[in-house]
């Protein structure tokens, strides 16, 4: 089940612990992320890329139309992943982008962190969830040590998409809280 925990940058301490998707769209809404529940297309486990992205392709039609994105793919991260722990560590680091970061979690599941205005919203997305995290929003991501997550990754440019890391510690300070 999605989850939103927002705490305070500086204490730590929970402002906010939502299972409503309603009200975690309308919290994140309010620093610039859309947040969004869609309707899981009916497919095998481990369906494969192209008929991920065609069981979509009339809800990707009209969010890339929206955004201007060019492009969509699909990103698949299992632990057995010969890569598996590196890809972790690289997306376990706080950093941003030049570009939002779009992504529809099709199985799976894994926590965007988004450090923003004093305070860290830590929204746990789950299948059938929809996150855009805007361009230069300071944030990190975890899909935990043995992650199980196909996901749709949509780009306006995917050069864009290059991790400028913070440099803080941020991430360590505030790890995953998982539902």
């Not at 402002?15 to 009916?42: M, N, Y």
């Not at 560590?89 to 529809?104: G, I, Y």
């Not at 860290?120 to 995290?133: E, F």
């Amino acid at each position: 089940m999605s989850r939103l925990v927002v705490h305070d940058a500086n204490t730590q301490s929970v402002l906010q612990d939502t299972q409503d998707p309603a009200e975690i769209a309308r919290t994140l809404a309010a620093i610039g992320v859309r947040f969004e529940r869609w309707e899981v297309a009916d497919l095998p486990a481990g369906a494969d890329a192209e008929t991920v992205l065609e069981a979509y392709r009339p809800r990707l039609n009209t969010l890339m139309g929206e955004t201007g994105a060019g492009t969509a793919d699909v990103i698949r991260l299992t632990a057995d992943h010969p890569q598996a722990e590196a890809l972790r560590a690289k997306f376990l680091a706080e950093h941003r982008h030049t570009e939002d970061e779009v992504r529809f979690f099709h199985e799976g599941a894994g926590n965007f962190i988004l450090n923003v205005g004093g305070k860290v919203y830590d929204a746990h997305c789950t299948r059938g969830d929809l996150i855009s995290v805007p361009a230069d929003t300071h944030h990190w991501f975890d899909a935990g040590e043995k992650p199980n997550v196909t996901a749709l990754r949509i780009f306006t440019d995917t050069t864009g998409w290059t991790p400028h890391y913070t440099g803080t510690d941020m991430s360590e300070r505030f790890p995953a809280r998982t539902a």
